[in-house]
């Protein structure tokens, strides 16, 4: 007998209770935040979905490693265990642990690209783009076409466009394209994985032109999953055999620890070349601190050794992915449509088709987000033209490419009763569509508005 209920593949052993709250408690808090998620206390948040990073939850292994962390301050034994299971794991000779994802970015272009060079990614995370261009660079972004269609069913949608890549190395030239980077899985792309044969030949092209390919790997146990589960040939591997080969396709890596090193806080480098690896300790010295803890403790560094070997279990991997596609099949069901198909770690609901009578200058996935807050409690984030409009010259933002809410899911935190309950809610604001509302904004600051920007729904001004 094959049970088709896929079970959360762990048990509790430590609870943390939610707080219930009824519509008027959480319009009075929504209203008191300036119609802005971000600006809620999360105690006022009955399933908070705005991010799967850094709000995951921690194995009792991983809570006993935290037991025997060394806190030496230089040559700790648990950086030697850290770095023999990155070692072990990617087969990058040097490892160099970092604060979190985006320190490791930042040591790795302040010592490798330079002002007018070009970087090549399939999809830039927005910290990974900006540390690039605080290099005074461009980082290009050259996702493969069926990247754009978000109905399409493509198994393989963060694939990088090859032959785009290597029409970039032919007119810009090697000598300024100081590394080509894949983003697995493509976070800003909808966390839809990169497939192996698009990475070895991604890997070919880098060789050819003999530039550095490195991975941004915060999800690369994800992506591993996805390429077990649809890649021709590859059914029959372990996810640990796929990502150990991930890993070695490139020459280093990027990793934020706080995705698939199921860790609240980390992140590292890691790299073969000991000329870039000295220079990178050097300027980690300068503002993380000793390589052997990089910004972390000790008992940081062996949670997350545990963490990076826990991730690839299959049990959950397949646990994981399957509730994200869970999720969207809910929301699909309920009538709202999602980009297709669901995810790694998050599902995207699409505003723009479920609000057609909202226009982007009046934030549709912002109504979106705002109204599943206010009808259960559930907390996720807007990806539209709240985040990325521009306003332009007749007073109203240019619109965003796509009215998106992001529900990102924390690993192993909620169940599947969760889950149907935010299905529930998704279908009990579907009902309602047609009445939901626009907002305005009122106050933005000139950088990043969506974090701090405050609201006003239209319907209490018209
Ligand atoms: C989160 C993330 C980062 C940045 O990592 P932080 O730990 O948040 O600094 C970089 N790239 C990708 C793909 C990410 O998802």
């Known amino acids: 007998m094959v049970y088709r209920t896929i079970i959360e593949?762990?048990?509790?052993?430590?609870?943390?209770?939610?707080?219930?709250?009824?519509?008027?408690?959480?319009?009075?808090?929504?209203?008191?935040?300036?119609?802005?998620?971000f600006g809620l206390q999360a105690e006022d948040v009955l399933i908070d979905l705005l991010t799967d990073s850094g709000t995951g939850a921690m194995s009792s292994e991983q809570w006993a490693a935290v037991m025997r962390g060394d806190e030496s301050y230089a040559?700790?034994?648990?950086?030697?265990?850290?770095?023999?299971?990155?070692?072990?794991?990617?087969g990058y000779a040097y490892v160099i642990p970092t604060h979190q994802g985006r320190a490791a970015e930042r040591i790795?272009?302040?010592e490798t690209v330079r002002t007018g060079d070009v970087v090549p990614n399939n999809t830039h995370f927005d910290t990974t783009r900006a540390n690039v261009e605080y290099q005074q660079a461009e980082a290009r972004d050259l996702p493969c076409r069926e990247a754009a269609d978000l109905d399409s069913e493509a198994p393989f949608k963060g694939d990088l466009d090859v032959e785009a890549l290597q029409r970039t190395l032919d007119e810009v030239g090697r000598e300024h394209v100081p590394l080509v980077m894949v983003t697995i899985t493509n976070n800003s792309g909808g966390g839809q994985p990169v497939s192996l044969a698009n990475l070895r030949a991604v890997r070919a092209v880098c060789d050819e032109h003999e530039v550095p390919l490195f991975l941004d790997a915060a999800r690369f146990a994800e992506n591993a999953w996805?390429?077990?589960?649809?890649?021709?040939?590859?059914?029959?591997?372990s996810p640990r055999a796929v990502a150990e080969e991930l890993f070695r396709l490139?020459?280093?890596?990027?990793?934020?620890?706080?995705?698939?090193?199921?860790?609240?806080?980390?992140?590292?480098?890691?790299?073969?070349?000991?000329d870039l690896a000295e220079r990178c300790r050097n300027l980690l010295i300068l503002t993380e601190g000793f390589p052997t803890y990089g910004g972390l403790a000790g008992r940081d560094l062996d949670a997350l050794a545990q963490g990076l070997i826990e991730v690839t279990d299959p049990a959950y991997l397949r646990y994981r992915i399957r509730t994200a596609a869970y999720l969207a099949?809910?929301?699909?069901?309920?009538?709202?449509?999602?980009?297709?198909?669901?995810?790694?770690?998050?599902?995207?609901?699409?505003?723009?088709?479920?609000?057609?009578?909202?226009?982007?200058?009046?934030?549709?996935?912002?109504?979106?987000?705002?109204?599943?807050?206010?009808?259960?409690?559930?907390?996720?984030?807007?990806?539209?033209?709240?985040?990325?409009?521009?306003?332009?010259?007749?007073?109203?933002?240019?619109?965003?490419?796509?009215?998106?809410?992001?529900?990102?899911?924390?690993?192993?935190?909620?169940?599947?009763?969760?889950?149907?309950?935010?299905?529930?809610?998704?279908?009990?604001?579907?009902?309602r569509a047609d009445a939901l509302r626009g907002y305005r904004i009122v106050e933005q600051p000139r950088w990043l508005r969506h974090f701090t920007a405050r609201l006003e729904p239209l319907s209490a001004t018209t």
């Open 75 to 90: 040559g700790s034994a648990s950086f030697e265990r850290f770095e023999a299971t990155v070692r072990d794991l990617t």
């Open 226 to 237: 996805f390429i077990v589960d649809r890649e021709p040939g590859q059914h029959d591997r």
């Open 108 to 110: 790795l272009f302040s």
């Open 329 to 431: 099949e809910r929301a699909q069901e309920a009538g709202v449509p999602t980009v297709r198909p669901a995810g790694g770690h998050a599902v995207y609901l699409d505003a723009k088709r479920l609000l057609p009578h909202i226009p982007p200058h009046e934030y549709p996935a912002q109504a979106l987000a705002c109204e599943l807050y206010l009808e259960g409690g559930v907390r996720g984030v807007e990806i539209g033209t709240l985040m990325f409009g521009r306003a332009g010259v007749d007073g109203h933002d240019s619109p965003a490419p796509h009215e998106l809410v992001r529900l990102a899911l924390p690993r192993r935190v909620y169940t599947q009763s969760h889950v149907d309950y935010v299905g529930e809610v998704i279908a009990g604001v579907r009902a």
């Open 250 to 274: 490139a020459d280093g890596c990027t990793l934020s620890l706080k995705k698939d090193g199921l860790g609240n806080i980390g992140g590292l480098l890691a790299m073969n070349d000991p």
């Open 9 to 37: 593949p762990f048990r509790i052993k430590s609870v943390e209770p939610l707080r219930f709250s009824t519509r008027s408690d959480r319009e009075r808090a929504l209203a008191s935040a300036g119609w802005n998620l």
